[in-house]
C-alpha cells in the first residue's frame, strides 16, 4: 500500500495516515488509507480556556498553538475541539475558539508539560 509523504513544513505532515482500512468503493471493498483523525482526539471540556482572536493574521491555528502549547504542531487539537474542518481558513479576528488546558493534553498523551 502507497504511504502519503508530505513536506516537514505542511501543517498536515503530523495528521495520522491510517493503513490497513477497508471501504466499499462503487460497489467492491477495497484497502483505502485514510488520512487524518479517525476519532476526536480532543473534544471540547468545561475547563478549555476561550480565547478571542484579537486581530486579523492571528487566526491561523498554528499560531494560536505555538501561542499557547509553545509548539505550532498542536493546530490538530485546535481544529478538532473546535470543530475547524478546513484549518487552512483559520479563525477570523474576534471569533472565540476554545483552547484544551495543557494538563489534560498530558493527561491524554498529547503534550508533556
Known sequence: ?????LPPYSMFSATPAYEGVSAEIEGV?????????????????ASDTLY???????GRLDLIS????????LWWVLASVNNIVDPLVG??????????QKE?????GILSV
Do not use: C, K, S
Not at 505555538?66 to 504542531?73: D, I, L, S, V
Open 104 to 108: 489534560r493534553l498530558a493527561a491524554n
Open 52 to 58: 478571542a482572536v484579537p486581530q486579523a493574521g492571528e
Open 1 to 5: 500500500m502507497a504511504r502519503i509523504e
Open 66 to 73: 505555538q501561542q499557547h502549547y509553545g509548539t505550532p504542531e
Open 29 to 45: 471493498r477495497q484497502n483505502v488509507i485514510v488520512f487524518g483523525l479517525m476519532a476526536d482526539a480532543v473534544v471540547p471540556d
Open 91 to 100: 479563525v477570523v479576528a474576534g471569533q472565540v475558539v476554545r483552547i484544551p
